[in-house]
């Protein structure tokens, strides 16, 4: 093996890690992240011999609590009769995927690119977008799951010590999400995530959930193929695994060597379109309406219980109260349950 002859003929782990810090150096893009560039953790610790810092962040996430539960959150559909809808678990590994395909193509940090795609949803609430929907009317300040993402890795997971991930896995968690209108080139520099790898999982979380959640709704009936706009399709192709296949290519054409990743303005105007179509068709149409408000009345009716009900939720949360902003404490708690638990707890 290349690594005994490194070592004259006996395995050290260190030298498994120093070959691939080497081949990051050497094979990687100039404009990828270095795993020894990290700009590192907020609490310094002792490195692993093994694996560099973005595999340990990965890692991380992927035992944790909050990853699991998201096995047992909606993506689109709420409490679908059927076992091949989306959930925000199989959301996430598609993601992944995609996320890892196009860093490979640009020779930019896979490691990087697959952490932040673990954990750009950690935050999300149950019930999906009517879950999200519910606590931004009703917490104070609002909520959006990409900061409650960040607030997970932070502060919540390991029993309130957080993860303790690298600057550069949050500054993706926490800027992975993209405004509706996709304007994502041209929004303030402060918007847009600092590595091009979490550039990448912007990209690849919204060609995930755009194809993915067609893909569920015309399983579901809501759509048919025809429904889809024809100017769209014709651009970016009638198949799941053609329209995925094209946008992963155009990214990888258009940003190769570049300081920034985007898509061609035809792919993107066309992807937009199809955005905006399933925002009005699908996340936010008439055909599952009643479904959408019961599950937002739900999320509102236990959030104003357990504000006024500190003994049941310390009972449920195992926290101590003492000196903490009782809504911010509600708001973690509902946002972590799962469909399945706040339907129980409900």
């Known amino acids: 093996m290349i690594f005994t002859r490194l070592s004259g003929g006996k395995l050290n782990i260190e030298m498994i890690k120093k070959y691939w810090e080497d081949w990051e150096a050497k094979t990687l893009s100039p404009h990828a992240t270095l795993s020894t560039k990290s700009r590192g953790r907020q609490y310094p610790e002792k490195e692993c011999e093994l694996r560099n810092c973005f595999q340990r962040d990965r890692d991380r996430i992927l035992h944790s609590k909050s990853f699991r539960r998201l096995k047992h959150k909606s993506q689109v559909f709420l409490s679908p009769e059927g076992d091949h809808y989306r959930t925000r678990l199989t959301h996430t590994l598609e993601v992944s995927q995609i996320s890892r395909t196009i860093a490979r193509g640009l020779r930019l940090n896979e490691d ?7 954990g750009h949803d950690l935050g999300h609430t149950p019930f999906g977008h009517a879950g999200e929907e519910a606590l ?57 995530p600092h590595t091009l790898e979490g550039q990448v999982v912007r990209w690849s979380d919204m060609i995930a959930y755009v194809n993915h959640d067609i893909d569920d709704a015309i399983r579901g ?107 911010v404490i509600v708001c973690d708690y509902i946002s972590g349950m799962t469909d399945r638990y706040a339907l129980a707890i409900y």
């Not at 990087?112 to 673990?118: D, K």
């Not at 104070?140 to 993402?149: D, R, W």
């Not at 029993?159 to 993209?178: C, F, M, P």
């Not at 936010?284 to 357990?306: M, N, P, S, V």
């Open 112 to 118: 990087l690119t697959e952490a932040i795609s673990l």
């Open 221 to 327: 009936g809501v759509i048919t193929v025809e429904d889809l706009p024809r100017d769209c399709i014709e651009v970016l192709g009638r198949t799941h695994r053609e329209r995925i296949n094209l946008m992963v290519k155009d990214i990888i054409i258009h940003s190769y060597g570049k300081s920034m990743v985007t898509m061609s303005a035809p792919i993107r105007d066309a992807t937009q379109e199809l955005r905006s179509f399933m925002f009005k068709t699908v996340y936010f149409g008439d055909y599952q309406h009643t479904e959408r408000e019961k599950a937002k009345r739900l999320i509102k009716e236990l959030y104003q219980y357990f504000l006024s009900h500190h003994l049941a939720l310390e009972s449920e949360y195992h926290i101590d109260f003492t000196d903490k902003n009782i809504d």
């Open 136 to 192: 931004q009317e009703i917490h104070p300040g609002g909520f959006k799951h990409n900061e409650q993402s960040l607030r997970v890795v932070e502060v919540l997971e390991n029993n309130g010590k957080g993860l303790n991930l690298t600057w550069e896995v949050r500054d993706g968690i926490a800027r992975h999400s993209k405004t509706r209108d996709l304007d994502i080139e041209r929004v303030s520099g402060d918007s847009l």
